[in-house]
């Protein structure tokens, strides 16, 4: 069967077909394609294009194809070339030639468009409960580690002391906005375009609102033109999984460091980490690189639609069938890794002696610059200050906080004693107290805002 | 002078602050700048660091520098390596050694972080009043034209009838979405980073949430870390500029094509269109094109961006600094396309003769078949019988309204006489009056919606 | 059976294993594979690591996996996590303890680049011969439509007559250009990286430059480190065919616009031209339209990958994993599409008549231009009186060539009499003549060429 | 003065005039456009177009327009739309009315593309040079530090011990390809589209040859409609930019590791670091990060322009002015970071002591297993003797070196006595010396290949 070819006289040619099909991946919508038409069928009813008892045959046939997806026992037939073409194929045969009075007023261009959107609000659905789970992740580390101290980098230099639940939150906050981005989406994506016909809208009174309602949808589309060849949400979604991936790629970067043996912050669990075929000592963070590697993929993806989508003309045009392959994989890349990261986060094991040796006094060299403000010097004047005590300290061998109090008072006269007490890593921390700041009670209150957030879903 | 180096033995090699130098970019944010330093002053006031005294004596300082920057008179000196180190050391220039106090407890960035949210902010204010004009053109010329009709294309091929009107509109709601889109991106840049240090917090009691009210700032960051790395805003702003564009390269297209003289529906004014250095009779669409062309250079800026912010370790790191570049070259973008794309569509020249003659009786197929299923033929045959009349007239030789009836009666016993009436094109447009629909009510419909958002600015 | 995890104390977890598993892809490298360690086991023997006799024993294991795979029969087991580690473990089921000495001195790491880069230059074989089949569909065209003349276009607007041939021939030398680099990149893609081991070199003496002449490869790598972590052959493969892509998406795009009815210059064949599901009278381009979308799918493929690439820390990294998808995917894309698009150029039906018809006078007007500069007339000062006579026209209502003689003499007195014998454009293709031009003799000297071209393969 | 628009009845508007005009960029080819003209002019002499006379008229007058750019003297005025139009307008001002003969037979169209061609092949010329600055450098420190071993790592982990020279000379190349594809790149750039007009060909008998050899092409377009859109040599160059980039990338994110205190391998010298304005004791490595950086923001320029190819028709489109401002950045950029990573890479410090701390008796334990094979065990066992030995090393807290001999046996009886001529670094890396491998001989044979191969240039 198929839904077109009565004004050709020769049958499509077998390469080309197969070129032309999208059955190989759109079948994925096979749910979402059988809803829509249930749904289409209740509206011709209200339309009073069919009767009653005609949606009736169609419902219970399309629940029969349903159930056959459902369970696996759908067979595809070489004349399939999408999803719709199967579906109303195997309706066809179900429901007899009532079937052939689905497809009125409706095109496939409206018709995918729906069962895509669908798609992309479930998968939104599904992504965003994922990324909760890395969160949940990173939120119980904070909470289980609260007091470990690290050293906070900025261009991988030892920059200042921070607390790890601290560094753990940064990440946090990140994924917040990737499900506050994801949720935004989902309400543009929400919008009818079924009723909108091939391009100029239904020549049938179809009640849009209605049929919206009942598939979920928030709104229906304005225009049919715009309806059948807007891509936005699909955009929109690949464009929030790359920036995820994107926060996802920085987190693994830096596991990926603390893991190395020159940092030694952490380990991963054995059942999160890879060995060598060739080297058997190894033990690799396979996983961790893998998501860093994604984050690429994906912007790719996003990138592939983008350029598909320039220049086309207006309404629809067969490039736009390029829109599912990456949205897919986009989604099904989110599904595979966000769940074992979130793993490898929970179980990793964390070495606070480690961390604690790599704080050096020299990272409080602020902190002095901060002292002599409090004195009155200008904080330029005590930023020179402080920097030419970091290098005197190299001179002359010693940790800063050795530095003998001649070398202090020849920097400067404010040093009236040597500012030993400045060397306090937990009174540094202590200080950072202003909000978002690396202060315990800062960071507790980050942590009670956290929890209430996950807790609002 | 440099806000750094006292530990250093050497001076920064030449091509190296050369390289490493933002100064040529980021001296674009001089007004923010300005403005986050004496919000930062008062500030430090509030938190007790320095007098009221003295911040008055730097927000004047600051004002002048203001003044300089505003009246174009500010000079630039070779240490100057960003807007941030040239501001400063003109500050210091004017106030003298108080200026050295204005860096307590901040960090570049922070502040740089402070200083092009704020510009976003201000840059999506602009880049949605372009984007309304366009609109307006578009809504000004549906309202002008209504009533006129011409084919709907799928496939670059006639579909169906429809109002121009209509196609004007389909561009409308797409950049809506635009609109809309960055207003929630200006809402999600709109959280104060100041206050976060270098990466750990400032270390003095800094009341953020009124110094994010002093400077128009929805929120504070929660974490110190994440503001200073944070730069969804700026891939927010690349992805809603780059899919804007792809909207307004498919307008174009459609406007090339509708200018070519093959189609010929439309001519551009003289004063938007080119000609040639060699071929004196030519006309051409040079802006459209461009307009169509930067959608890509517009993909490749946000491409860009994510690659660089992929994989990078937590917090602040150099590599950020290539954050400003493709923003201020998205932005100038646009500023530069939108309104020329707005004159252009206002002065274009619509020619509706030229489009009515592009309608043919074939355009109906699909009512033709409707016409079918309203005498109680399944709409799949009915597509059946419609395509082979279709292929039927061809082959005759004849547009297929004038198909005779005989051969009518040959395809079905449903046409007891010629469906001559189908061929109607004011009865085809008013059947698609389902909301979004191409009926020129349901297109009235859209207007007054439509100039109903404008209002809304 | 798994290469590695003796050191570890857990298992994978299942989620992991599953994400961090590459054999659902790289299956496909299994004929490369098996060749690569047949060599490899041959190169052992020679380095005395084992004997002959064992390398027999291996060879003719692996000849029996070969078959396997060969005639469909292989059976995955759920530890395959690779290639590698598949035909490993079917040949240790097969030849028993002897295959436990295979993996000797060599690591996935050379391997998996071993494989790869095989396949890559197999497939750019099979690639160039699919460009050769568009070359000859254009060729075919070109020879059998010499003579038909159709306007030639910038700026979609209409500017001097060419040749269809010529035209033709034009997308014919821009993919020359693309065989020409997948030669260079199978040159350079003609390294062995086997001998390399994970990133240090192997510690037996192996002859890898006999390794290399075994396996078809035109050279041996330099740098141990550099062969295991060098993927500039995929990315190259990925460019040339996304470069490759966009030639075919600049053919498409025109023919395209060609098959239109409003420009009417051709019309593919049935067997390559697809209908509407709604719309009964409709004859779509989809292959075009789709070739002309997955040149952005394959921009995408590219950018993928360059961007996973950046920033990687030296040698192998897992992320590499993710640089087979996109070249496999990049492949099979040219695979279906260039047969196809050399299909619908040979059997599409090209339309003289309307080519004709839409030459006009006016497209003449650089002609009338050259035609004063042969009067002593500066070009400059030629080109203005032809716009200036070309905008006349226009006003007076007529073509270019039926302007009277008097507005003639009006525009400049070196009309001393109508330049009517300027409008034949016969002539006008005539006179361009230099090598490239659409001049018949030109264009059949490049006929010629391309003949010569194709011949050499 | 304008190159075109006698036709118009109404000037361009100033917005779109803006928009339209390329001068702001296109500035930059005076050079090229210069020397195009004047071998322009001397072809229209040999075409018998212009006299011998008016020919050396052009020439003189182009002379002193060039001396006047050369000079910095160069006034552009509000009309000058691009660089042809304000050289053409320039000499119409020096040379009076022979300048309008200038553009005779020739179109902006084929000019621009021969400008940026020449462009092009000249900044390869210099790139080309900027690489091999970097190459010296590399090779330059593995001379200088021949014999200094440090661990190689894959996944991050400690792998195997390699000589730092060998890892130097991974990077020499990478960088060795990368000058390769820019020569093969250039080679193509080297075609002379000049002579094809606007796409049809120039009308006159112009020797196009000859004028290839004038202006150092290698050969001239064979099809006029190609020459003019063909920007492959573009995207060429823009693709050899981005893979350059990321190998870059990949030297700058190891010498980043590599100077962190954790790994502690290497420091820049003070003249190639910066510091920060907050903490007085950081010495960061921003040139290095500014290079990972900018390998993203070229990955975008590259897409960018590909996006922007894609879909567009045949010929001429005002699209293709888009292809010069990524080209030019991408030139800027390897010009400033090539010299300052060489710069950095010649002036770095290196920690043999650190490095030779870091090695570690696990790191052998691939060749604990390869002596497992000497002694007959086949590789996959002895790969899972060694694996349990590297775990039964940790449980007992001792370096794998360390396990006493009764856990050897208890391993594997082929443990007559413990294998501690294994661990022996300098026999390890020596034992790798097939071609590319690390041993300090086939090190030596790869700086003489590399010595040789710099020579060459």
């Given at each position: 069967m198929k839904l077109w070819g009565s004004r050709f006289s020769t049958a499509l040619d077998p390469l080309a077909a197969k070129f032309n099909n999208s059955i190989d991946f759109d079948r994925r919508l096979w749910d979402q394609d059988i809803r829509g038409s249930a749904a289409w069928a209740r509206g011709l009813t209200r339309a009073g294009v069919i009767t009653s008892g005609e949606a009736d045959e169609l419902c219970r046939g399309l629940q029969r194809v349903w159930a056959e997806f459902n369970g696996g026992t759908f067979k595809f037939v070489p004349g399939d070339e999408d999803i719709h073409t199967a579906v109303e194929r195997r309706l066809s045969e179900i429901a007899g030639p009532v079937a052939g009075?689905?497809?009125?007023?409706?095109?496939?261009?409206?018709?995918?468009?729906?069962?895509?959107?669908?798609?992309?609000?479930?998968?939104?659905?599904?992504?965003?409960?994922?990324?909760?789970?890395?969160?949940?992740?990173?939120?119980?580390?904070?909470?289980?580690?609260?007091?470990?101290?690290?050293?906070?980098?900025?261009?991988?230099?030892?920059?200042?002391?921070?607390?790890?639940?601290?560094?753990?939150?940064s990440h946090f906050w990140a994924l917040e906005r990737d499900r506050e981005r994801l949720v935004q989406s989902r309400q543009r994506a929400s919008t009818l375009p079924l009723g909108s016909g091939a391009l100029a809208g239904t020549a049938f009174?179809?009640?849009?609102?209605?049929?919206?309602?009942?598939?979920?949808?928030?709104?229906?589309?304005?225009?049919s033109l715009d309806a059948?060849?807007?891509?936005?949400?699909?955009?929109?979604?690949l464009f929030d999984a790359a920036l995820l991936a994107s926060h996802l790629s920085r987190l693994a970067e830096s596991l990926i460091l603390y893991s190395s043996l020159e940092f030694g912050?952490?380990?991963?669990?054995?059942?999160?980490?890879?060995?060598?075929?060739?080297?058997?000592?190894k033990k690799n963070p396979d996983v961790l690189e893998l998501t860093r590697g994604k984050a690429g993929t994906l912007i790719?993806?996003?990138?592939?639609?983008?350029?598909?989508?320039?220049?086309?003309?207006?309404?629809?045009?067969?490039?736009?069938?390029?829109?599912?392959?990456?949205?897919?994989?986009?989604?099904?890349?989110?599904?595979?890794?966000?769940?074992?990261?979130?793993?490898?986060?929970?179980?990793?094991?964390?070495?606070?002696?480690?961390?604690?040796?790599?704080?050096?006094?020299?990272?409080?060299?602020?902190?002095?610059a901060d002292g002599l403000v409090g004195r009155g010097v200008p904080f330029r004047e005590a930023h020179g200050i402080a920097g030419r005590a970091v290098r005197r300290a190299i001179e002359v061998g010693v940790?800063?906080?050795?530095?003998?109090?001649?070398?202090?008072?020849?920097?400067?006269?404010?040093?009236?004693?040597?500012?030993?007490?400045?060397?306090?890593?937990?009174?540094a921390l202590a200080r950072r107290n202003a909000i978002g700041g690396t202060a315990p009670e800062a960071v507790k209150a980050q942590l009670a805002e956290a929890r209430r957030v996950l807790g609002g879903g």
């Open positions: 009075k689905l497809h009125t007023g409706r095109s496939r261009n409206d018709q995918v468009a729906t069962d895509f959107r669908l798609w992309v609000m479930e998968a939104i659905d599904g992504a965003r409960g994922r990324i909760r789970g890395v969160q949940a992740a990173l939120l119980a580390q904070a909470e289980a580690l609260f007091g470990v101290m690290l050293p906070g980098y900025t261009h991988l230099q030892r920059a200042q002391p921070i607390l790890f639940s601290h560094w753990l939150m009174p179809i009640d849009r609102e209605r049929l919206a309602r009942d598939l979920g949808f928030a709104g229906v589309s304005p225009n059948v060849s807007d891509r936005d949400f699909a955009a929109e979604f912050f952490l380990e991963l669990a054995d059942s999160f980490a890879t060995g060598s075929s060739l080297m058997p000592q790719g993806l996003l990138t592939g639609l983008l350029a598909t989508l320039k220049g086309l003309p207006s309404a629809y045009d067969k490039d736009l069938q390029e829109d599912k392959p990456p949205v897919f994989a986009a989604f099904d890349t989110l599904e595979a890794m966000l769940p074992v990261l979130a793993g490898a986060i929970a179980t990793m094991t964390v070495k606070p002696d480690r961390m604690k040796a790599a704080l050096d006094a020299g990272m409080l060299a602020t902190d002095l940790p800063l906080d050795e530095l003998p109090l001649a070398e202090w008072q020849s920097l400067s006269p404010a040093f009236d004693e040597s500012p030993g007490d400045v060397f306090d890593f937990d009174k």
